[in-house]
């Protein structure tokens, strides 16, 4: 039996969540793992880039993250909104070590667990960083930051989220694509860097990240104290 090549856009069926999908999962997965599940859906990061993360990379006076490496190999730094904040006073802060003591086996087992519960479609950890990517354009994030806050070489890969947009409008846009050769657009070297410069006064790691407050209720971020309850710690 041969396996079939497939297109890498054929592979790309998320499960998406509601606002309120989101939050019923956040109240329902277990409390050791709740902190970890938050910073899933708040920042999309990518599952090690999510275990991996350090309290070293956190700077609580400028309100930064910095996540070192991606698929890229190029770094890039992350507002740290209120909400966030709340649950890493909460859960620490401490000089250095793993903010998560979450294993990838425990992660990926609440997400099944938590998913059946709720009777939704199987939800996966990366998901979180689908749903981020969807719920920041839904809120009136910007294609181009968005590229930059999840760390895409390209801004065609962030593009495969419009069609997940609310306003159904903004994807039927991908139609126009190709109708200008890659080249002409790569050879305007003015223009992007004007808008580049545009995008990081306009955007810097704060503001592009607090587009996601109030995403959870206070209530559900004021109630966590630690991961002590974590059974295999």
């Not at 409008?169 to 050769?181: F, H, N, R």
Request: proline content about 5%; some cysteine.
């Amino acid at each position: 039996c041969r396996k079939l090549d497939k297109k890498p856009d054929e592979n790309f069926e998320p499960t998406i969540l509601t606002e309120e999908e989101i939050r019923q999962f956040i109240a329902t997965v277990a409390d050791y793992i709740r902190p970890c599940v938050i910073f899933a859906f708040y920042l999309g990061l990518r599952r090690q880039e999510l275990l991996n993360l350090r309290w070293e990379y956190i700077n609580m006076e400028h309100n930064t993250i910095t996540i070192p490496k991606t698929k890229t190999d190029e770094s890039r730094t992350l507002g740290l909104s209120k909400d966030l904040k709340m649950i890493l006073n909460s859960i620490g802060p401490k000089k250095e070590g793993n903010v998560f003591s979450i294993t990838q086996s425990q992660l990926r087992s609440q997400f099944d667990i938590t998913s059946k519960k709720l009777g939704l479609k199987h939800v996966r950890p990366h998901d979180g960083r689908h749903n981020f990517a969807v719920t920041f354009l839904n809120r009136g994030g910007r294609i181009e930051i968005l590229q930059r806050l999840l760390g895409h070489a390209s801004l065609k890969t962030t593009q495969k989220y419009l069609r997940f947009k609310k306003n159904e409008i903004a994807s039927k846009m991908l139609v126009m694509d190709g109708l200008i050769p890659q080249n002409t657009l790569t050879n305007i070297p003015n223009v992007v860097a004007d808008d580049t410069t545009v995008l990081i006064k306009q955007g810097d790691p704060v503001s592009q990240i607090s587009i996601m407050n109030d995403l959870v209720p206070q209530s559900d971020l004021t109630n966590i104290s630690t991961q002590g309850t974590n059974p295999n710690i």
